[in-house]
């Protein structure tokens, strides 16, 4: 139940393209839901977060869609450039107001930019 | 911009042997975490600290890791007896308090190379 499922595991999309990753959780106490970009050799880096009670949140490029009746989000990822070329992650805490809970991390998309 | 800084970024081993892993977690931020991420696998939460005690911990975490915040700006993990188990790369995080705010910034890793 504290799983995160995150889908695809690698993912080539052309320079200019959309691209899409998915993320399903089944713990219904998780209310905050980052995505993290890594590159080879660094620590993940926090892109974008959302909470449970907006559908959808916009910066820059990338795009956190949020369907909280199917326990689902996704990262979309606009006019996509070989800079993001890296390893995604998301990931579900439960964000208690002043809690110190820790992130569960989806396995991580692989995602190459050609271009 | 503030961040977390971790040493030493590469850290060799021989089984059995105590190794303490070191984070200057960001300054304002009362929050610490550790993670740790087998080569190719997803980041794994750890521990989580917070006023000089830990509030969470996973599994993982078992008697042979500690955590320590020996001064005003270190925050330590500890493996007292490491096995080949062991090896992976360590993340320590950090967030703040009462802002609302969930955000975890990571360091970049220390690899931990048991032999």
Redesign the interface.
């Known amino acids: 139940q504290q799983q995160v499922k995150q889908s695809p595991q690698s993912l080539i999309v052309q320079k200019g393209g959309i691209s899409i990753i998915n993320c399903a959780y089944e713990n219904t106490a998780f209310d ?1 839901f ?1 995505w ?1 970009q890594q590159f080879p050799g ?5 892109l974008i ?1 959302i909470r449970p009670d907006v559908s959808e949140k916009k910066e820059g490029r990338f795009t956190i869609s949020f369907n909280k009746s199917a326990k689902q989000f996704s990262l979309h990822i606009m006019d996509s450039q070989p800079g993001d070329s890296a390893t995604y ?1 998301c ?1 579900a ?1 439960i ?1 208690r ?12 998309t692989h995602l190459i930019i050609q271009p | 911009e503030p961040e977390v800084t971790q040493t030493p970024s590469h850290q060799v081993t021989q089984m059995g042997q105590e190794v303490i892993l070191r984070c200057v977690p960001i300054s304002n931020h009362l929050y610490f975490y550790w993670y740790r991420q087998i080569l190719g696998q997803k980041v794994e939460f750890l521990v989580s600290f917070y006023n000089n005690e830990i509030s969470e911990k996973s599994e993982i975490f078992d008697d042979q890791f500690s955590v320590e915040r020996p001064d005003g700006s270190n925050f330590t993990l500890k493996i007292r007896s490491t096995k080949l188990e062991d090896s992976a790369m360590y993340f320590c995080a950090s967030s703040q308090i009462g802002t609302g705010s969930y955000e975890q910034y990571f360091g970049p890793g220390t690899r931990l190379t048991v032999t």
């Open positions: 905050y980052p993290y660094k620590g993940p880096a926090l977060a992650f990931a805490s964000g107001m002043g809690g110190a809970d820790g992130l569960t991390f989806g396995k991580g």
